[in-house]
C-alpha cells in the first residue's frame, strides 16, 4: 500500500529558532499534500493544502509566514515552522493521496516541543 | 456550529463487546464518510470508507451512514484490547484540486482485557 514518510518523529527547538519537518511519498507521487496541526486530545485541524509546484492554500487564521510549506517535488512536501515559540508546540501531521479522498495516507507525525 | 459533531468519550469496555462510535454532521454536501484509528502519538489509519448512505462490513468492523439523518456509525464487534485507541470520523465533499477532510474530535476508546 501507499506509504508516507515523515521526518522527524519528534523535535525539541528553542524559542525562536525554525524547524522543518518533511512528508515523502515513497511510493506513489503525490500532487497534493496536506498539514495538518493536532493539540492533545483534539482533533486534527488542516493548516494548509500543498500543491506540487504551486503556493500552498492555507486555511483560515492559519500564518502563513510563520508556517511554510514547499512542495518542490511530486513526492516531497516541507513544512517551516518560523520563529517557534511555545505555543507552536503540537503534533504535526501530514497525507498525500489522489483522489477521491478516502485513499489520503497519512504520515506517523511529528512531535514538535518548542522551549 | 461545527460541522462535525463526535463524542469525545473516553468510552471504557471489556473484551468481547460491541463498541458503537458515532458522528453526526451539518453539511449536506458530504460524500465520502470515513472512520479512522489513530493510536497514540502516530498519525491516522483509514479503517473504513462509505460513499453516500448504507452499511459496509470488514470482518469485526461495521460502517453505517444514514444521509438522511446526517448521522454515522462504526461498531465493533467482540472488541479486543489491541482495540485500544481513538477513533476519529472524517468526511469530504470530493473536489479536482485536493479534497478537504473535515474531522469529528475523535472518540478515545479502552477495551479491558
Redesign the interface.
Known sequence: GAV?S?HPSWVICKSGTSVKIECRSLDFQA??M?WYRQFP??????MA?S?EGSKATYEQGVEKDKFLINHASLTLSTLTVTSAHPEDSS?Y?C?AGG????G?T????T?LTVV | QKEVEQDPGPLSVPEGAIVSLNCTYSNSAFQYFMWYRQYSRKGPELLMYTYSSGNKEDGRFTAQVDKSSKYISLFIRDSQPSDSATYLCAMSVEETSGSRLTFGEGTQLTVNP
Open positions: 508516507v515523515q500532487t497534493t496536506f486530545k483534539q482533533s486534527l485541524m488542516l493544502t500543491n503534533f501531521i497525507s483522489q477521491p479522498s478516502y489520503y497519512f504520515g506517523s507525525g512531535r
